[in-house]
């Protein structure tokens, strides 16, 4: 065809510049939303560089340093616990546990989660009703539980409670993922693409995933958050991380009695920060959820 | 069966959804050259056997053939759903949904130019832009994300990238039924102009009497998963035989109608 076709005059709404993308993201998560996401940051730089910091020692038992308040020896700004240990030392040691154990929880149960829910997705039939009949099973059973028993019979540690809860949190992972790439193939340029002959992986891969993305980081963000509480109260209980480690749930137990001896800054202070970070990764995780839906 | 001259051969195709047959021993034939119109209204099965035919449903019963091939089972391998897809491609009915949201035109286009040539990366730019010249839009239409487009921007794209395949027939299904009047002509123009460039015939699956005359030589009118009456277009929606297709028919207005009965009764 050679003529040329006559610009079309439909009303076409001004084309948008695609940079405004992520600014707008900053705006819509809001200033709550923002110091979320920075307190999780710092969480996470402190337990990426906190253990080789200068000055930190968490270790070291000095007993009549026992319950010495903030400030009262140099070198010291929140004071020493139940054991004459640093505070501050263990605290900032004990991000690392906080955010590691969650993130094993998070790539195991993601990486299975999202297989699980993408391939139900797509076959339907009686591979998702088998899927969705396991999931019932598992959504049915307290993922604490679960790793209670698993460190029972696997003993304690932080892998094994670890590995426990990703199994527990499986299901609700492989349902969102499910009903959104559900959601997602039903629409009709994915069967344009299946027309076309592009393969169920690609498609799945290429097209179904990534638009359906910015749900699977809002729930893994709020997984996150409850993997974390899940994690701590099993290291409180003693089935998780074993003392001496620095964990904030095993601070908050060491320090327990100093709350009825008159000295409940240690137990209160790993409960802060354990509040703190959780309230924080939740906060975040609604808000990319309602973004992602659209809400916001 | 399938002779030299007919590009789509249907015969006795069925389809049964549980208990109830949304297609029902439904054959007809599309030769070389022309196009055909399937009407009928929703819940006729005119979808259902559009789906069949693109190979997004299996048939219960019945033959498909198309270029020459059968196509009655669904595809065994990768390299066969390809070939397929350059026989027969869709456009559907609803711009909204029609394209991924995070790919702009040209990237559509790109895939589907990877997927079935063996182009070069320049051959390929050239190829986009004559698509895109074809189905009337310009460069900066196509390097947008879809949200940045209107309805029928949105389905000249998904007409082009359907013509990437370079298909010998494309299934028209409610393609202009969600655009605006005036928008619905400009896309019916685009599509003509297409067949007179390309020779792909079509198969237009509509409800709309207007379009239907428009694009197609033929016609078949499907009602409850049957084909109640068949035809030229001309023949068929001037002189209905059936009183299905009589009832169709006067259910759309016509130029110079006017709503006569309700004027007299505002008037008394």
């Known amino acids: ?48 560089i906190g253990p080789y910091l200068p000055g930190l020692d968490p270790e070291s038992t000095d007993l009549p340093n026992a319950w010495v308040g903030p400030f009262q020896l140099p070198g010291s700004p929140l004071g020493f616990d139940a ?89 609700f992972i492989a349902r969102v993922v499910r009903n959104a ?24 891969v290429r097209h179904i995933l ?70 924080a990764v939740n906060v975040l995780g609604e808000r990319l959820l309602d973004i992602s839906e659209g809400r916001r | 069966m399938a002779t030299d001259d007919t590009l789509l051969d249907v015969r006795g195709l069925t389809k049964v959804f549980g208990d109830r047959t949304a297609v029902d021993q439904v054959t007809f034939e599309l030769p070389r050259g022309r196009s055909l119109a399937i009407v009928g209204e929703s819940g006729s099965g005119k979808s259902t056997l559009a789906k ?12 498909i053939w198309a270029c020459g091939a ?43 130019l990877r997927l079935h040539h063996d182009y070069g990366a320049d051959y390929r730019r050239t190829r986009i832009a004559e698509l895109a010249r074809l189905v009337g839009l310009d460069d900066r239409q196509m390097s947008v994300r879809p949200k940045a487009l209107s309805g029928g921007q949105r389905q000249r794209i998904a007409i082009a990238r359907a013509l990437a395949a370079e298909p010998r027939i494309i299934i028209l299904d409610e393609s202009v039924a969600a655009l605006d009047v005036s928008i619905q002509a400009q896309v019916l123009n685009v599509l003509m102009d297409i067949r007179d460039a390309t020779g792909v015939a079509y198969v237009l699956i509509s409800h709309d009497l207007a379009v239907v005359r428009q694009i197609s030589d033929d016609i078949v009118v499907m009602q409850d998963g049957r084909i109640v009456e068949r035809g030229t277009t001309e023949q068929v929606l001037d002189d209905p035989q059936e009183a299905y297709t009589q009832l169709l028919r006067a259910s759309v207005p016509e130029p110079g109608w006017t709503p006569s009965r309700r004027q007299k009764r505002s008037t008394t």
């Open chain 1, 1 to 48: 065809m050679t003529t040329t076709m006559p610009a079309p005059a439909e009303a076409a709404p001004a084309v948008e510049p695609m940079a405004r993308s992520s600014r707008s993201w900053l705006r819509r998560l809001g200033p709550l939303g923002i110091a979320c996401a920075v307190i999780l940051g710092i969480a996470v730089v402190l337990a990426i």
């Open chain 1, 83 to 171: 054991q004459g240990r640093d505070l501050l030392s263990r605290l900032i040691f004990g991000a690392r546990t906080a955010i590691v154990g969650p993130l094993i929880v998070l790539i195991i149960a993601m990486s299975l989660g999202v297989t699980i829910g993408m391939i139900a997705a797509w076959r339907r039939g009686w591979l998702d009703s088998f899927l969705n009949f396991g999931l019932d099973i598992l959504f049915g059973f307290p993922g604490i539980l679960l790793a209670i028993v698993a460190a029972a019979v696997f003993g304690g540690g932080l892998w094994a409670a670890a590995i426990a809860l990703s199994v527990a949190y499986l299901p």
């Open chain 1, 181 to 204: 790439a559900a959601k997602e193939g039903a629409m009709e340029y994915v069967a344009a693409l299946r027309v076309q002959g592009v393969s169920a992986w690609r498609i799945s």
């Open chain 1, 210 to 279: 990534p638009n359906i993305s910015p749900i699977i980081v809002a729930q893994g963000t709020i997984l996150f958050g409850y993997a974390l509480v899940d994690l701590v109260a099993i290291s409180f209980l003693g089935l998780g991380v074993q003392p001496p480690a620095a964990d904030w749930g095993v601070m908050v137990n060491e320090n327990l009695i100093g709350v009825l001896q008159g000295y409940p800054l240690p137990a209160l202070a790993a409960g802060l920060v354990i509040v703190t970070v959780v309230v």
């Open chain 2, 52 to 63: 069949m035919i693109v190979g997004l449903e299996a048939p219960t019963s019945g033959t």
């Open chain 2, 70 to 112: 059968d196509r009655s089972a669904p595809a065994t391998g990768s390299r066969e759903r390809r070939v397929r897809g350059r026989q027969v491609q869709i456009v559907f009915q609803d711009p909204y949904s029609s394209l991924d949201r995070r790919q702009t035109g040209a990237q559509a286009l790109d895939e589907v």
